[in-house]
């Protein structure tokens, strides 16, 4: 079923506001998924805060243009599902893991920070931590060095009281 001139206005302009927000596109042919399949990956995108959405591809390369993923709408060809994520990694994530368990689903192009991806740019952007797990580690590193000064000082402090409750047994026997 065809859509008429204000739901085509509708989907560009939800499109465009999606892509407003997003800082990652990415592009998955879809031919030959089941049903099942397709709704596990939506649900999965879902929760990890992905807008995925089955486009004409004509509505999305006038919803994309002026964007920064304007730069991939010569890749906007086939049956094709569209990942959006304001998260920079979490659409790259959600594809590439779905894609590995369904060889039905191939990653086609994507779009970070105005440049360009292939599938391996795509699998690399996939392939780094989220944020959540980036500023973990950061806050590992930062109270790494504190925690062995810690360490340091309450084995001194130990070892001091251990040779000061020795010098007063050996100080009693002397009197």
Do not use: C, H
Request: proline share 2%; hydrophobic share 50%.
């Amino acid at each position: 079923m065809s859509l008429n001139r204000s739901e085509k206005e509708a989907v560009i302009s939800d499109v465009t506001g999606l892509a407003a927000k997003a800082q990652t596109l990415v592009i998955a042919e879809y031919r030959g998924i089941t049903v099942a399949d397709m709704t596990k990956l939506r649900n999965t995108a879902r929760s990890a805060g992905v807008s995925l959405s089955v486009l004409k591809n004509t509505l999305a390369r006038r919803a994309v243009a002026g964007s920064a993923f304007e730069i991939v709408s010569d890749q906007m060809t086939g049956p094709l599902i569209y990942g959006f994520s304001e998260d920079a990694v979490a659409a790259a994530k959600v594809v590439a893991e779905f894609a590995k368990t369904n060889d039905k689903l191939v990653i086609r192009a994507g779009a970070y920070g105005g440049k360009a991806l292939d599938v391996n740019g795509v699998k690399q952007l996939a392939s780094i931590p989220s944020k959540e797990v980036l500023l973990a580690q950061l806050l590992g590193l930062m109270q790494s060095p504190i925690s062995r000064t810690a360490r340091v000082l309450s084995a001194l402090a130990e070892q001091r009281g251990a040779g000061a409750a020795e010098a007063a047994p050996a100080e009693a026997a002397a009197a």
